[in-house]
DNA sequence: TTCGTGATAGAG
DNA sequence: TCTATCACGAAG
């Protein structure tokens, strides 16, 4: 079966249709893989919750790779993130917080010392973790090798939510993050009002 | 709710 | 050198 690979053209556009796009797709990661069902979008500019607002390594990453790139970084002393490199009109990156998995799923389970599958990829330290995903991976082109890639999914349109992003504190009110409308292989469930609702309402 | 964990970056 | 700050996850 060929798979339909997920190409650089994908990636040149804006981070946060890139972000809203890649939910449904798969990831596809060796012998694993799995269908995305969350997503976060960051922007190089004015977000400062993206690394480009404090790390000047994150700027000199976007000047250094093509857009498909995958950034990888330590997170709390525990978790590797994943993130794809997106140079459009405005540069950024999409975070890939949380997939169903399809393939690999003994492998997935023993990796992570746990059996339940819908908490085998919810969270984006769990699923690199599940996927065997470090820094040994960072830089490297996500649209060239089909056994590191994304690619298109067979199924029909996926119903996608959009939110408020997990975990940051600083430019939290932007709806930048996307799910599969019930999935259950999500990090966190959605919520039903974003920040700049939950204002509106509460001033009335 | 709390806490471990280590890379990164900026201040002193 | 020291310190703050995390795009988190597991246990309680």
Redesign the pocket.
């Known amino acids: 079966m060929r798979r339909r690979i997920i190409r650089t053209t994908f990636f040149r556009r804006e981070p946060i249709i890139c972000a809203r796009e890649l939910v449904g797709e798969e990831l596809v990661w060796g012998t694993c893989a799995g269908t995305i069902v969350e997503t976060?979008a960051?922007l190089a500019e004015d977000d400062e919750?993206?690394?480009t607002f404090?790390?000047?390594?994150?700027r000199a990453f976007i000047e250094r790779n093509k857009p498909g790139a995958a950034?990888i970084?330590?997170?709390?002393?525990?978790?590797w993130?994943l993130?794809v490199l997106v140079k459009g009109a405005s540069n950024g990156?999409v975070?890939i917080r949380a997939l169903q998995p399809l393939s690999g799923i003994e492998r997935m389970k023993k990796r992570?010392g746990?059996d339940d599958e819908r908490?085998l990829c919810s969270?984006?330290?769990?699923l690199t973790k599940a996927f065997d995903i470090t820094n040994r991976h960072h830089q490297m082109n996500l649209c060239l090798d089909p056994r590191h890639c994304f690619a298109r999914s067979r199924g029909q349109d996926v119903d996608v939510v959009a939110d408020e992003?997990?975990?940051?504190?600083?430019s939290a009110h932007h709806p930048w993050r996307f799910t599969v409308r019930g999935s259950k292989y999500v990090?966190v469930p959605v919520r039903s009002l974003t920040r700049s609702s939950i204002d509106r309402s509460s001033s009335l």
Do not use: D, W
Request: a positive charge.
């Open positions: 976060e960051y919750a993206c690394h404090s790390r000047p390594s994150a950034y970084y330590f997170s709390y002393g525990a978790h993130m993130n990156f975070l992570r746990v908490r969270g984006p330290g769990k992003r997990i975990g940051v504190t600083r990090s």
